[in-house]
């Protein structure tokens, strides 16, 4: 067999590296390079299919913008979904903007600015101009209030250094997304979906203050609900965050949930079956013999440790191990066993919980220096 047709499963990182609001202006390219690939190795199965055809009918027959959510534990692929729909999207004629962190308003803005005039200038060039001209309409007027506080020339350097930040308001965010999606569909497209990444990031450097942050957060979720317009918003939240909205702002999370966009990870990654599933779609996308790489009972043994939370991380364990089949291939020729699996996971080549900890019935196995008995869990 071609091994060739392999390496984009033995090259596929395990944790993407999400781009900030700054290099999707300094670098897009690059980016835009490194989530095509990543997106090349993520199959969607289950409702992931469902939630694509969710944003699809927002966005294109809907007559009012809409914000949701991806929401799991770490490890069960939250960014490798947003990028896989967010490629998806573009093969729709939907501007969509890459998941980025952000830690201020000023950057929620600029980045979808700064992503939608690279699209821009890779097509339809001609509406560059007008993007400009909405985008510096929103940032004159704290622009001209600083000016007359210090010397503009300065101001002006500090500002694209990032040492100076306008203080935009979420009414402003939620403006700006609506013109510039209107400029999007005046050069061809369909419509535009924005997709933020780690909220919990934005959460702990948000300034001034933790309580500003929810409230901000709230006035965009609630604006943008029910305002017309053929764009949406989904936003990527890790459980623990989901919590902290539970018990400081229901409301913000009440409305999310109320959204067709709000979408839990585990309800597609938790199941035994998911590395099977995977492996066969990875059949059919790079055509090779996946029988001849990787036994049916390996497959059922990945399953079963990534199913269970004190053992596995889901999704992502679930890829390191498929990296590390395809890799024990490469050198044997041989077809991976649950054995190699055992000893790959018990000296640690695929371990993780969901905290990125030793998992607690591994310990016990190990402290007993018995892989009998982990062998036992996985059986």
Sequence with gaps: MDITKLRPILNKESILKTANARELGQAPQDVLERYTNYALTHVPLGDTTRQLKNLERVIIENKHCAVGAIVGPYGYGKTSTAVHLWNELREQKILAIPPFLWVNLSELMDAVYYWIRFEFSQGPKAFIDPLEKIYESYCQSYKDEIFRKIDPD?????IER???????????????????SDIC?????????????EL?????QYKPSRDEFFAHLFQIVKDIQ?????WALIISINDDTEGILTLRRSDILARLQRSALYFRVQDVYNRR??????????????VFDGKAVISTCTLDSIGQVAARTDLGAGPRMVTQALALAVKSYEKTGQAYTPMQFVDDFLTGLVLFDQQGKFPTAVKKALDND???????IVR
């Excluded at 029910?226 to 053929?230: D, I, P, R, T």
């Design 370 to 376: 018995l892989a009998v008995h982990f062998a036992g």
């Design 185 to 197: 569909e005046q050069a061809g497209y369909n419509g535009m979906a924005i997709f933020t990444d």
């Design 200 to 204: 919990q990031a934005t959460l702990a």
């Design 226 to 230: 029910g305002l017309e317009g053929n």
């Design 162 to 180: 990032g040492a100076l930040l306008l203080e935009i308001r979420p009414d402003d965010v939620v403006a700006f997304f609506s013109e510039a």
């Design 154 to 158: 300065v101001a002006q350097d500090l």
């Design 273 to 286: 079956e998911y590395p099977t599933e995977l492996w066969s779609a990875f059949e059919q996308r790079f």
